[in-house]
């Protein structure tokens, strides 16, 4: 809902989420698939495996063969409660009690993590992602083993998308110190422009160094909680002894699966589009109340613009006097274990109406030219 009022008043934006837009949520042809996966279907309403309903599993494996060309058996993939349940389980088995984390400088990660350990470090970027060197250093420096958890593809909440030479690099050092890679992949398949990228979890080739994870929520619906990992089996296996649940709900599975046989194609040439408008009107309005007062990239994909500003600005009294007038974006200091904002905010795209994209960034460059 849009009100109008000073700067646009109370209530103009609600820029901090990452859900996605309501007109995109398929609701019609996903009531179809319901209809279609149900009647005579027991299975939907019986407890599954742990990991997870085999249709969906040939989903994920379908479309991983179609996007990617990438072939996987069904054993070296599972289903779980969105992708938050395999970060959870996934950081769980390498991080043990309380053990050591590495994330990237800033990272969604920093949300999960917060819960599961104390010990979390930020691994520096630099203009074409993670340092491959800090890596080196902090396995050195560490005297235990420890986990990367990284965004290569549309880093959530920075947008940026590490090249092949990095990620070839960033491979090579992990495996070198035996660091293992948690690929958190949430935004894959909403590529906007630009070539698409093998996934580390594609360049290892398999090995077991790298588990990635993904997720429906962004091209569904947050909603139906259905998320995936992959790696090598024997891995698969190991942090699927921590999933608990008697199986990720076979009744949304299943009718997921009829959803994705039915319209995968064309639901992801949907949401693209979709946000694809959306980046692009974010960017315009950023042009128009921002250029020359801070500075950000276009991203290729994902949900995402990261605003950065004059380092001896105050960035949480701007995201307060913000949200005063009506706007919320998320503070930098969010995605840090340290809470350092890094002088940024992030502006989630997705879910807001245009017209609250528009005043929302307004509003943001009426602060930011107070400064
Ligand atoms: C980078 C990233 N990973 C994982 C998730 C978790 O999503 P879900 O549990 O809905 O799959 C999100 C949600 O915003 C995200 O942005």
Same mark, same amino acid.
């Given at each position: 809902?849009?009100?109008? &009022?000073?700067? &646009? &008043? ?21 009531? +179809?698939?319901?209809? #279609? ?17 085999? +249709? ?6 379908? !479309? ?27 950081? %769980? ?19 999960? #993590? ?29 005297? %235990? ?20 030479? /990095?990620?070839?690099?960033?491979? +090579? ?64 296996? /190991?942090?699927?002894?921590? !999933? ?13 699966? %009829? ?10 040439? %949907? ?6 408008? !959306? ?5 315009? #309005? ?71 994209? +528009? ?9 930011? #030219?107070?400064?």
């Amino acid at each position: 809902m849009v009100t109008p &009022g000073r700067s &646009g &008043g109370p209530g103009v934006a609600d820029l901090t989420v990452g859900q996605p837009a309501v007109d995109a949520l398929p609701l019609e042809e996903m009531a +179809e698939a319901a209809r #279609a996966a149900l009647p005579g279907n027991p299975r939907a309403l019986l407890y599954t495996q742990t990991e997870g309903a085999p +249709e969906l599993i040939d989903v994920v494996r379908a !479309k991983l063969r179609h996007y990617e060309g990438l072939d996987l058996d069904r054993d070296q993939i599972a289903i779980t409660s969105g992708s938050s349940q395999a970060l959870d389980i996934v950081l %769980r088995t390498f991080t043990d009690l309380d053990g050591p984390l590495a994330l990237d400088d800033v990272s969604y990660g920093a949300i999960p #993590a917060r819960r599961l350990t104390s010990c979390v470090d930020h691994i520096p970027f630099d203009d074409d992602g993670p340092q491959p060197d800090a890596v080196a250093r902090h396995a050195r420096a560490l005297d %235990r083993p420890f986990v990367f958890y990284t965004m290569p593809t549309f880093q959530n909440p920075m947008g940026l998308t590490v090249g092949m030479a /990095r990620r070839r690099e960033l491979l +090579e050092v992990c495996r070198a110190e035996g660091v293992p890679i948690l690929e958190d992949d949430a935004y894959y398949e909403l590529r906007y422009d630009g070539e698409r990228v093998p996934s580390l979890l594609e360049l290892d080739g398999g090995s077991g160094l790298v588990v990635r994870t993904g997720t429906f929520s962004k091209i569904l619906g947050a909603g139906i909680r259905l998320g995936w990992m992959a790696s090598a089996a024997p891995l698969i296996d /190991r942090v699927l002894r921590l !999933k608990p649940d008697g199986g990720t709900s076979p009744f949304a599975s299943a009718i997921a699966a %009829r959803f994705m046989q039915d319209h995968m194609e064309t639901q992801i040439a %949907r949401v693209r589009a979709f946000y694809r408008d !959306k980046r692009d009107l974010t960017t315009r #309005a950023l042009d128009r109340h921002l250029r020359g007062r801070a500075t950000w990239r276009t991203p290729e994909g994902g949900f995402f613009v990261w605003i950065t500003f004059d380092p001896s600005w105050d960035v949480a009294a701007m995201v307060r006097e913000c949200a005063a007038r009506g706007v919320r974006v998320r503070s930098g200091a969010d995605f840090r274990v340290d809470q350092d904002p890094r002088h940024s905010v992030r502006l989630a795209f997705s879910h807001a109406e245009p017209q609250a994209i +528009e005043q929302g960034v307004a509003v943001l460059g009426e602060v930011v #030219a107070e400064q």
